[in-house]
């Protein structure tokens, strides 16, 4: 996928890398916190993390107006601290967990689609990444 421009958001969540880890991957968690705006929720989630698992996290408007399955194939899982996936459409996407003493730098690296502007997708990657740090630092 040479052709995709690569994205990064990032952000440092004062949480042990433990309870990172476990938000970020507990569908029981994603459903609170997978949505870029307050008009978009994740009804379900399914996560099947292990290399070749699957997962689907299906994100709909709540108003009903519209909605989407995201989902992929895991390459490469370490527990704590590295998730490697493919999104079915074919992009990649890689999610870094750096422990510090003060908590866990979350890097998320993905391969730009072609439909909408580099800055809306890297604005609404950014935005839920933001919502999993609000959600598991008061959790």
């Keep these: ?3 995709h421009q690569e994205i990064t958001v990032r952000a440092f969540i ?3 890398v433990e309870k990172v880890w476990e938000c970020w991957v507990t569908p029981a ?3 609170h916190w997978n949505n870029a705006t307050s008009e978009w929720h994740t009804p379900f989630a399914v996560n099947n993390l292990y290399g070749g698992g ?3 996290f299906r994100m709909e408007a709540k108003d009903g107006s519209m909605g989407f399955d995201f989902e992929g194939t ?3 899982v370490i527990p704590t601290e590295q998730i490697e996936y493919t999104i079915a459409d074919g992009r990649k ?3 870094t967990f750096i422990s510090t003493e003060s908590g866990v730098e979350v890097i998320e690296t993905f391969e730009a689609e072609q439909i909408n502007s580099l800055e809306l997708q ?3 990657w950014q935005s839920i990444l933001d919502h999993f740090k609000a959600y598991t630092e008061s959790k």
């Design 74 to 76: 895991y390459q490469k």
């Design 1 to 3: 996928m040479e052709n």
């Design 29 to 31: 968690d994603i459903i």
């Design 54 to 56: 699957t997962f689907l």
């Design 14 to 16: 004062h949480a042990p």
């Design 122 to 124: 890297q604005a609404g």
């Design 93 to 95: 996407v890689k999610i």
